[in-house]
């Protein structure tokens, strides 16, 4: 969702459902969502979660994680992945790399393509492939405008709660691939593929033995078949080290020059409300992750 879209949903999870009680809340979210995709609605039981998408709502008020704000701020995590996989899984950082104010940055200094990201919350991301053809004073515009965003409104996930700031990075390749690991009780048990991002997106989900999963989300089916990168064990080996101790996380990375990056953790994907299809997969991934583990 983006644009005026996302604006015109941001304003109605800020000032119109913010009267609801959580369980009103999550629930109507995860209703639109499923008519969105057309996909039929349960109702989740937060307060006696089975699901999946009934443990995520439940792990908002119960953190996986007593630093997940730390852990899903774009800039701040990267400390974390520092000390538990090194400096070269970090993604190289442009300018002065995180900005609180958008007159900070010289946009003279920076080369001709970057990324700049908001460090909280999902889909605010400025990709730059030709500095040349960039309206500066309309990128300005559009940064101080995500700096207002509050991203907690939207899905109520107390680590987006405060305030935001810009980060700058090296873009490694235009349109790469994203590479989201699912993990439970700190075990990648998953990897959903973003293909094509940028142009005809798609999406495919396997197990760690590279056989296609047999769930998909909001109907999204693709047919395509993806050879098995020969990174796939130490991209593992990365997500498990960094999911330790934690009941579910998705933990996201990239592959480029043959050098596996970090690029971000997520404790609640769309916040929780996309629908798991064929519905069946709802249970069975909500049966893998254990509310009570701490690693």
């Not at 008519?35 to 119960?62: A, D, G």
């Not at 007593?66 to 899903?72: A, K, Y």
């Not at 048990?189 to 056989?211: A, P």
């Amino acid at each position: 969702m983006a644009g005026i879209y996302r604006n015109q949903w941001y304003f109605l999870c800020k000032n119109v459902f913010r009267i609801l009680p959580d369980t009103i809340f999550h629930n109507v979210l995860g209703f639109i969502m499923h008519k969105r995709f057309k996909c039929s609605y349960k109702w989740m039981n937060i307060n006696n979660p089975t699901t999946f998408s009934e443990k995520l709502q439940y792990l908002k008020t119960h953190p996986a994680h007593p630093n997940e704000e730390i852990l899903t701020d774009k800039y701040k995590v990267r400390s974390f992945v520092k000390n538990i996989l090194g400096e070269e899984y970090l993604i190289p950082l442009e300018g002065s790399g995180v900005y609180n104010d958008v007159d900070e940055i010289d946009f003279n200094s920076l080369p001709n393509e970057f990324v700049i990201k908001l460090t909280k919350g999902s889909g605010y991301n400025l990709i730059c492939k030709d500095k040349s053809k960039l309206d500066i004073d309309k990128t300005k515009k559009i940064l101080k405008s995500w700096l207002k965003v509050k991203p907690y409104y939207l899905s109520r996930e107390p680590q987006y709660k405060g305030n935001s700031s810009l980060i700058c990075e090296k873009m490694l390749e235009y349109n790469i691939t994203d590479y989201k690991f699912f993990c439970f009780n700190g075990i990648p048990k998953f990897v959903e593929l973003y293909i094509d991002r940028q142009g005809n997106h798609k999406k495919l989900f396997y197990d760690m033995n590279w056989v296609k999963a047999g769930f998909t989300t909001a109907n999204d089916v693709c047919n395509l078949s993806i050879e098995k990168p020969k990174e796939l064990e130490q991209m593992k080996i990365v997500a498990e080290k960094l999911s330790k101790g934690i009941s579910f996380v998705r933990v996201d990375l990239y592959i480029h020059n043959n050098q596996i990056y970090f690029g971000e953790m997520t404790f609640h994907p769309a916040g929780g409300y996309t629908p798991i299809t064929p519905h069946e997969w709802e249970y069975k991934l909500g049966d893998m992750i254990d509310l009570n583990y701490k690693g």
